[in-house]
């Protein structure tokens, strides 16, 4: 028998959709989206018709990776075949190869790195610098060395949205006239309607980088995004990604939902007070670019805790925790102290 029964994918986070016979149209289980039939078809056709435009770069891709695994931590890393993996960028352990990654993971763009490994090595220093306390190994030539060039992967979404916001305005005027004060309260039932599009919304797609030392290296320049090629890999290292979109999409859309209720609530302008008493923002489509961005990327194991660093590769804004050395801490402690002590001393013997 024929399976004539067609299956949508959500425009917005391409999770599988079902029909919901009340509503007569598509609910999205995964990311709360509704769609009408012709909504969804005018996407679904859309959406193939790319797939298929993108197949024959997904050989190429194929064809050019190679894929390293880490035993320990279980990273997956990936560079061109020219390029060799020997150590894991997380956890300094020596990687293995295993084979390929098939063409789904294949990148859409890029941004190629701008900072070359002397610059980094530089920022580096010089921010460490900065900081006192520092275990001694943390800068050392050695540390150095397991700074890695990585082509973090991102998932970059654009939103457009369909948002409609009523609010309860007051302007107030008061005036004084003989011995009375009046004010006078005008209320306004404002409704705003607009169809907003975001551009450009980053979420890391690699869950064993914290989301927060990404955000922290933002914002990065899309203005020099190029098609991804495989060239691009040569000399540096790249993550699989593990968080796919259907995981991202919750914090895509919390940046989409709060820009677009701030922006129509800044377009009800020339009022004393406004009470938003219903806001709904709804996304009707995404578009997902998986891109790499360019990250000089270091960890650092002290003490039992892992310590991350970052360098944003085209921009060079830096992000990191610093590690801090409890003995030097204390051995600076310890000289103060004994230096309250002699200083003591001196006092109790010129007062005898
Ligand atoms: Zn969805
Ligand atoms: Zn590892």
């Given amino acids: 028998m024929a399976n004539d029964v067609q299956q949508y994918k959500c425009p917005n986070c391409a999770a599988e959709l079902r029909f919901h016979p009340n509503k007569q149209g598509f609910v999205c289980e995964y990311c709360d989206s509704f769609f009408t039939p012709e909504e969804c078809k005018a996407a ?13 770069m997904s050989d190429a891709f194929e064809n050019g990776n190679q894929l390293f695994s880490c035993p320990s931590c279980g990273a997956e890393i990936v560079t061109d075949c020219n390029t060799s993996a020997t150590e894991c960028f997380y956890c300094h352990n020596p990687v293995v190869l295993k084979g390929r990654l098939s063409g789904e993971y294949r990148p859409s763009k890029v941004i190629p790195f701008r900072l070359t490994r002397e610059d980094a090595e530089n920022l580096f220093k010089n921010w460490c610098s900065k900081r006192k306390f520092l275990p001694k190994t943390f800068t050392s030539q050695s540390q150095l060395m397991h700074m890695a060039g990585v082509y973090v992967p991102f998932w970059v979404a654009d939103c457009d949205i369909n948002g409609t916001m009523r609010a309860v305005c007051k302007k107030l005027r008061s005036w004084t006239s003989g011995n009375y004060r009046y004010t006078e309260t005008k209320e306004f039932d404002v409704f705003r309607q607009a169809k ?50 259907v995981q991202v999409f919750p914090r895509i859309r919390n940046r989409a939902v709060n820009g677009s209720d701030q922006l129509l609530r800044s377009s009800m302008i020339g009022y004393d007070s406004i009470r938003v008493t219903q806001s709904d923002m709804q996304i009707l489509r995404t578009d997902w670019q998986y891109m790499l961005l360019p990250v000089w990327f270091m960890t650092y194991e002290y003490q039992g805790k892992q310590y991350s660093f970052a360098i944003n590769g085209q921009t060079g804004k830096q992000a990191g925790t610093p590690p801090l050395a409890t003995g030097r801490l204390l051995a600076v402690c310890a000289a103060i102290a004994a230096a309250c002590t002699a200083f003591g001393a001196l006092i109790g013997w010129v007062i005898a």
């Fill in 44 to 56: 679904n056709e859309e959406m193939n018709a790319q797939a298929q435009q993108n197949a024959p």
């Fill in 196 to 245: 907003l599009k975001f551009e450009g919304i980053p979420a890391d797609g690699s869950s064993k980088i914290e989301d927060a030392l990404m955000e922290a290296i933002e914002p990065f320049d899309y203005q020099q995004t190029v098609p991804f090629e495989m060239s691009y890999l040569s000399g540096f290292l790249s993550d699989k990604y593990d968080v796919n979109k």
